[in-house]
């Protein structure tokens, strides 16, 4: 079984503030694949990084970093100076072993105020 | 850049009527599937087709539901007899097949009202 969990319902920050979004996943097995997806209010879902179990270098994309770190089971997301568009519902997703769907986490709502 | 697309955007049925979703995804992809999301929920898994057969699906994914891809482009979700608790925005995501698990990209939803 798998199961990703984000803690954090909502955020709400100032902008220029910096803001990390939790993830926690859960996996039996040993090749597992970690996704971020944004979803803006208007709907839809944008792709924004992948990673595999077997790479745990950091990752940083301009104003976007992830921190995956097997030994706590986290793959966390900081979003550096936030700006007003980065508000929208943030998704963490696991897809494990052979299994190609996605288990998606709840969601973070984030909200950057101007 | 190539993206995935839906129609309707938006589909209002009564209850126990048959809809179908439909979905181009990008042209190139191999690995086909479909999410719901209630509204204010999780994204859920329902079903994956990869060369003209299921490979995977979820319990939520049960005799009322059906997929096909009919042509060479389009890929398509049946609801047979839909019920209020269908209501939700369904997404229609590709992906490719290389080595390494592809992401998917998801196209814009098409949101389902049962009344």
């Known amino acids: 079984a798998q199961k990703v969990t984000q803690a954090q319902t909502e955020i709400s920050v100032v902008e220029k503030e910096d803001v990390t979004l939790d993830c926690v996943y859960e996996t039996r097995d040993t090749t597992y694949y970690l996704f971020w997806y944004k979803q803006p209010p208007s709907g839809e879902l944008v792709f924004l990084i992948r990673r595999n179990s077997f790479d745990e270098q950091n990752e940083i994309s301009g104003r976007y970093s992830w921190n995956f770190q097997k030994s706590t089971s986290s793959f966390n997301f900081t979003i550096t100076a936030s700006q007003v568009v980065d508000s929208a519902v943030y998704f963490c997703a696991l897809s494990s072993g052979s299994a190609r769907q996605l288990t998606f986490g709840s969601g973070t709502q984030l909200t950057v105020l101007p | 850049e190539p993206e995935v697309t839906q129609t309707p955007s938006h589909q209002v049925t009564q209850m126990g009527q048959e809809v179908i979703l439909r979905c181009v995804p990008i042209?190139?992809?191999?690995?086909f599937y479909w999410y719901r999301q209630i509204l204010g929920q999780k994204v859920e898994f329902l079903v994956s087709?990869?060369?003209?057969?299921?490979?995977?699906k979820s319990e939520i994914f049960d005799d009322q539901f059906s997929v096909e891809r009919p042509d060479g482009s389009n890929f398509t979700l049946k609801i047979r007899s839909t019920k209020l608790e269908d209501s939700a925005m369904y997404f229609c995501?590709?992906?490719?097949?290389?080595?390494?698990?592809?992401?998917?990209?998801f196209g814009p939803g098409t949101r389902l009202t049962v009344t």
């Open positions: 042209s190139n992809h191999l690995y």
């Open positions: 995501a590709s992906s490719g097949t290389s080595g390494l698990r592809d992401e998917q990209y």
């Open positions: 087709f990869y060369n003209n057969e299921i490979s995977e």
